[in-house]
């Protein structure tokens, strides 16, 4: 009789497999629940600061924010402004660049 623990039956590792999936499909259906509870609380308690935007002015000024809700509404981020560098200051920077990595070649 061989030593160390039994071999597991298919039949037995199947179903104990489909009980944990089951476990495990309950646990996400809860949270997915819940998940759903928070948004319409979420989504109700935005309705409400809306409604406290003074002269119900929901799309126009800088306090209308769009939401998830609205699908026609897409805030899109400012475009960053770079500085310009003058010809001068580019030519200058190039120079010295050239001189550091010839220097760098020399060692």
Do not use: Y
């Not at 309950?26 to 309705?47: D, F, N, V």
């Not at 409604?51 to 400012?78: K, L």
């Amino acid at each position: 009789m061989p030593r160390g623990r039994p071999r597991k039956n298919p039949q037995e590792v199947l179903i104990k497999s489909a009980e944990m999936i089951g476990w495990a499909l309950g646990g996400l259906e809860r949270e997915i629940m819940q998940t759903k509870q928070r948004l319409t609380a979420l989504t109700s308690q935005a309705a409400q600061l809306r409604a406290r935007i003074p002269g119900n002015a929901q799309g126009r000024g800088p306090a209308a924010v769009a939401s998830f809700d609205e699908p026609g509404v897409a805030t899109a981020a400012p475009k960053r402004r770079r500085r310009r560098m003058s010809p001068e200051a580019r030519k200058r920077i190039s120079e010295m660049m050239k001189k550091r990595w010839a220097e760098r070649r020399k060692k």
